[in-house]
C-alpha cells in the first residue's frame, strides 16, 4: 500500500518485506491451487473470522512452507515484570541473506473523506479512515512504527531474543490492503502511496445507481469481509446479483447495520473488474470520530 521506508517517522533499518514473488514460488502457488489440502488444514487448526488473523494465518503457511526460510516464531508476546508490551508478529530466518528478520503484518482498507475546499494542499494520513472509522491509516502507521516494528530494541525483547540466539535482526513490514477514492473533492493519496498500487472508489447508497450503470459489469457480488483479501471469482448464482437486486439488498443490511459494504464488479467470466465500497449516506458520521 505505502512504500514504508520514505513514510515519515520511519525508524532507520525499517524495510519492506523483502521476500519476492520468484519463479519458484509461483509454481508454488499454483500447485497449491490445484491441491490446497495442506493450507486448508493449516487454517482449520485455527478457525477465524477477523480479517487481520486470516492474514496472518496465510503468510505464517507461506513462510513455514518456503524451502529458503525457517519460521522461528510467530506471534510472540514479550512480557516485562508482568506486563505483555507487545508481541513479535514473526521471527523469520532467511536462508539466502543468512540473517533473522522481525516482520511486521497488517491488512487494512481505507477511504479518503471528501475534502471541502482546497483538493491540492498536500497528502497526510489523517483523512484516511477504515469501515470502521475508529480505524484511521495515521493510527495504525504510529502503532506500526512506533510500537510493533520496534519491539525488539525493549529489554525485555533483546533478552527473548538472546536466549532464542538471535543476537541480530533485521526490521521489515509488509503492509497490505487497498485504498478508496471519494467521487468528488477527493484528497491526493497519502505520503508515500506505492504508485503501483491500484485507487479504487468508495460511493454512498444515493450515487449507487449512476455508479453501476458506468461500469462494464454484468452483475456484482457483496463481498464478506473474509473475501476481501484477493479478487473475487462468483460461480454460484446465488452470490451474484443484478443492479436492481443490490439497489433492493442494500437498505435491508443497514437497517440493522451502517457498516460500508465493499461490492465487486463481475465480469462475464464472473471474475472481480472492480471493487468499490458503498456507504449509508451519512458516513462518515462526524460523531463517531
Not at 510467530?74 to 513479535?88: K, S, W
Not at 471541502?116 to 484511521?136: K, V
Not at 530494541?153 to 487497498?178: F, S, V
Not at 458506468?214 to 446479483?241: G, H, Q, V, Y
Request: net charge negative; with cysteine.
Amino acid at each position: 500500500m505505502l512504500q514504508i521506508a520514505h513514510v515519515t517517522g520511519t525508524p532507520a533499518g525499517v524495510a519492506p518485506c523483502s521476500l519476492q514473488l520468484t519463479r519458484d514460488r509461483v509454481r508454488w502457488l499454483e500447485r497449491l491451487d490445484r491441491a490446497p489440502t495442506a493450507l486448508l488444514e493449516h487454517l482449520s487448526r485455527r478457525p477465524t473470522h477477523r480479517l487481520g488473523i486470516y492474514f496472518e494465518q496465510l503468510w505464517h503457511f507461506f513462510l513455514q512452507q518456503d524451502p529458503g526460510i525457517d519460521l522461528v516464531a510467530h506471534n510472540l508476546a514479550v512480557h516485562d515484570e508482568g506486563r505483555t508490551l507487545g508481541e513479535f508478529d514473526c521471527i523469520y530466518y532467511c536462508a539466502e541473506r543468512g540473517c533473522h528478520v522481525h516482520l511486521e503484518l497488517a491488512v487494512k482498507y481505507f477511504m479518503g473523506v471528501p475534502r471541502i475546499g482546497d483538493t491540492t494542499a498536500p497528502a497526510n494520513t489523517h483523512e484516511w479512515l477504515g469501515p470502521d472509522q475508529r480505524d484511521r491509516l495515521e493510527t495504525k502507521l504510529d502503532q506500526l512504527l512506533h510500537r510493533q516494528i520496534v519491539l525488539g530494541e525493549t529489554p525485555a525483547a533483546q533478552q527473548l531474543l538472546q536466549d532464542m540466539g538471535i543476537n541480530a535482526i533485521a526490521r521489515e513490514i509488509a503492509l497490505k490492503g487497498y485504498l478508496f477514492l471519494p467521487s468528488s473533492q477527493a484528497p491526493p493519496p497519502p505520503p508515500a502511496f506505492n504508485q503501483a498500487a491500484a485507487l479504487n472508489y468508495w460511493i454512498t447508497y444515493p450515487q449507487l445507481e449512476s455508479h453501476c450503470a458506468a461500469l462494464n459489469a454484468t452483475a456484482f457480488a457483496i463481498l464478506p469481509k473474509m473475501r476481501w483479501l484477493s479478487a473475487a471469482r462468483c460461480t454460484a448464482p446465488d452470490e451474484r446479483m443484478t443492479q436492481r437486486e443490490l439497489l433492493t439488498e442494500l437498505p435491508r443490511h443497514w437497517s440493522t447495520d451502517h457498516y460500508p459494504l465493499l461490492i465487486a464488479a463481475l465480469d462475464a467470466n464472473n471474475t472481480e473488474s472492480c471493487r468499490f465500497f458503498v456507504t449509508p449516506g451519512n458516513w462518515p458520521d462526524e460523531s463517531e470520530r
